[in-house]
């Protein structure tokens, strides 16, 4: 049995900061102008890749060593170096004493995550699938049909966000890590799904279907075939996060994902 304790928090929040440090790293080999960059401090990544992006943040604050106001000072003077907000991702699992300074420096809490997770198996069960339906990691040359089918499934609700989700898709699915999936109706593509693996723990991200595709059974279909090639890589663990009573939530929990614990994200106020 896996406990809901700082050891497994540790292990899903490196992960998860492992995964952002993987984007800013191609961020800055895609674009070596863009200033996208990360350090760690006091055991928590701290990343900039770009002052709107919701990359741009710090994962494991207080979760691996004590958090001091010399550490703040050092991330801080990182953010504020590049113009940007500062945010930081907070396990309920760091250091007490963590929120007491975070109050103190003038950071509130603005948003709430569950972080969730899975044990694998060797033979991941699977569902019946509309005829037609096929899933598959993309080719390298597929990078651009792979971005282009995410973003035209976020604008068709958020018709500002056309440009940034394609140009974050393109990096997404160019980082080392990354198995990027695409889901198929007849050879057509009508859904989106990424794949991180990081030693033996991979996390699931970059859910999306495009209007005319959905109700097909597509994201399904993604999960359990990224699972299945995680367990095939060796991988114990699969991990994703979801706003906590979404929808997302409820689907990751039908699928044997189990709620490890609600993360706070604080930012600095002034």
């Known amino acids: 049995?896996?406990?809901?304790?700082?050891?497994?928090?540790?292990?899903?929040?490196r992960t998860e900061a492992r995964v952002n440090a993987d984007f800013v790293e191609t961020r800055a080999r895609l674009d070596p102008a863009c200033g996208a960059a990360w350090i760690e401090v006091g055991g928590a990544y701290a990343?900039?890749?770009?002052?709107?992006?919701?990359?741009?943040q710090t994962f494991g604050l207080g979760l691996f060593d004590e958090t001091t106001p010399e550490h703040l000072d050092e991330i801080e003077a990182f953010f504020r170096k590049r113009e940007?907000?500062?945010f930081h991702e907070v396990s309920p699992m760091a250091d007490p004493s963590l929120m007491g300074l975070l109050s103190e420096r003038g950071y509130r809490p603005i948003e709430l995550t569950s972080v969730m997770y899975?044990?694998?198996?060797?033979?991941?069960?699977?569902?019946d699938r509309m005829p037609g339906l096929t899933t598959r990691v993309i080719d390298a040359e597929e990078v651009e049909l792979w971005a282009r089918t995410s973003a035209d499934a976020w604008t068709a609700e958020h018709k500002e966000l056309g440009e940034f989700m394609f140009n974050f898709g393109s990096v997404s699915?160019?980082?080392?890590?990354?198995?990027?999936?695409?889901?198929?109706?007849?050879?057509?593509?009508?859904?989106t799904g990424m794949l991180f693996i990081y030693d033996r723990i991979s996390m699931l991200a970059g859910a999306s279907t495009i209007v005319s595709g959905r109700n097909r059974g597509a994201q399904t279909a993604l999960l359990e075939d990224r699972l299945e090639l995680a367990a095939a890589r060796g991988c114990d663990l699969a991990i994703m996060g979801a706003a906590p009573g979404s929808q997302s939530q409820k689907n990751a929990q039908k699928n044997g994902f189990h709620i490890a614990y609600t993360r706070t994200k604080w930012q600095l106020i002034g």
């Open 173 to 191: 699915a160019s980082c080392s890590g990354s198995y990027p999936y695409i889901a198929e109706l007849h050879g057509q593509a009508i859904a």
């Open 118 to 127: 899975r044990e694998l198996e060797t033979s991941i069960q699977k569902r």
């Open 47 to 56: 990343m900039f890749d770009g002052v709107e992006s919701p990359l741009t």
């Open 84 to 86: 940007a907000p500062i």
């Open 1 to 13: 049995m896996i406990f809901s304790d700082q050891t497994l928090s540790q292990k899903l929040e």
